[in-house]
């Protein structure tokens, strides 16, 4: 997995009337190769916005960001976002749509490969052919997990993936998710509302203030995993 560095980054949006709104005051957060982070805080206080900066997905105001050692400028399928709506092509089957997430377009064949295997570990064998209208939510997300991991991600930025799925989805998507990431090595950071899940899922827990987000408590979680 990838080492983040998040160093002193404060960010600013523009916003009508030519004011300026803070979502981010200095945050330091430093995550080790094949860590899992969790990131708790009330509604609205820049979590997503701080998961954005670390994609790359746009410049923070001020500070730095860097993926093992180096600065993140843009987006890059060594990070990949996982977000709350598995924003799928609805007329695309599930193999299509995880071929979609592959970064090298043209050796599609080649690759072909790749897209069952990614499949295979969310548990979408038997539905590469299936179109998306035929899915559950949980395995819709399912789907955009394996489209993420496609590429083999050294950081997975997970953004609520679980937050809109009935609770026993969620509880059984939490240990495919566990299971993914000690299989895989990959590092993640995790937006979620859910304790629970946030302690069952990661090796420490970053809670931000509100708006604009500070750390305010870090805690190491020492739980035995399953
Ligand atoms: P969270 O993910 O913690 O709910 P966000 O990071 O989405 O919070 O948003 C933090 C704050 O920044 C909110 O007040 C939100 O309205 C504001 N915000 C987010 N994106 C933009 C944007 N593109 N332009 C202006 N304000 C934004
Ligand atoms: P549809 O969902 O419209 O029926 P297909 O599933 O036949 O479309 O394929 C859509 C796109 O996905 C095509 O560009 C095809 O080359 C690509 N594709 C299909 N199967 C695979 C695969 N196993 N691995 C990678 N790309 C694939």
Same mark, same amino acid.
């Given at each position: 997995g990838a080492r983040i560095d998040i160093e002193n980054v404060s960010h600013w949006f523009d916003v009508p009337g030519g004011n300026k709104l803070q979502a981010l005051d200095g945050i330091d957060l430093h995550m080790a190769p094949g860590e899992f982070v969790a990131l708790l805080g009330p509604?609205?206080?820049?979590k997503s916005t701080l998961l954005r900066l670390v994609a790359g997905l746009e410049p923070a105001t001020t500070g730095r960001l860097a993926q093992d050692g180096r600065p993140i400028a843009r987006p890059d399928p060594s990070r990949i976002v996982v977000f709350? +709506?598995?924003?799928?092509?609805?007329?695309?089957r599930v193999r299509a749509n995880v071929a979609?997430?592959?970064?090298?377009?043209?050796v599609l064949r080649a690759q072909a490969g790749r897209v069952d295997d990614a499949l295979a570990r969310v548990g979408l064998a038997d539905f590469a052919?299936?179109?998306?209208?035929?899915?559950s939510g949980g395995m819709a997300q399912r789907v955009a997990l394996a489209r993420a991991l496609v590429n083999d991600p050294r950081l997975l930025i997970l953004d609520?993936?679980?937050?809109?799925? +009935?609770s026993l989805t969620r509880l059984q998507m939490q240990s495919e998710l566990l299971g993914l990431w000690q299989r895989s090595g990959f590092s993640a950071l995790l937006v979620t509302h859910d304790v629970e899940e946030a302690l069952f899922l990661a090796q420490r827990v970053v809670v931000l203030s509100d708006r604009?987000?500070?750390?305010v408590a870090e805690l190491p979680v020492d739980l035995p995993y399953p």
């Amino acid at each position: 997995g990838a080492r983040i560095d998040i160093e002193n980054v404060s960010h600013w949006f523009d916003v009508p009337g030519g004011n300026k709104l803070q979502a981010l005051d200095g945050i330091d957060l430093h995550m080790a190769p094949g860590e899992f982070v969790a990131l708790l805080g009330p509604s609205g206080c820049g979590k997503s916005t701080l998961l954005r900066l670390v994609a790359g997905l746009e410049p923070a105001t001020t500070g730095r960001l860097a993926q093992d050692g180096r600065p993140i400028a843009r987006p890059d399928p060594s990070r990949i976002v996982v977000f709350q +709506d598995p924003t799928l092509y609805p007329w695309r089957r599930v193999r299509a749509n995880v071929a979609l997430g592959l970064q090298a377009r043209g050796v599609l064949r080649a690759q072909a490969g790749r897209v069952d295997d990614a499949l295979a570990r969310v548990g979408l064998a038997d539905f590469a052919d299936a179109f998306p209208h035929q899915l559950s939510g949980g395995m819709a997300q399912r789907v955009a997990l394996a489209r993420a991991l496609v590429n083999d991600p050294r950081l997975l930025i997970l953004d609520e993936p679980l937050g809109k799925l +009935d609770s026993l989805t969620r509880l059984q998507m939490q240990s495919e998710l566990l299971g993914l990431w000690q299989r895989s090595g990959f590092s993640a950071l995790l937006v979620t509302h859910d304790v629970e899940e946030a302690l069952f899922l990661a090796q420490r827990v970053v809670v931000l203030s509100d708006r604009p987000a500070r750390i305010v408590a870090e805690l190491p979680v020492d739980l035995p995993y399953p």
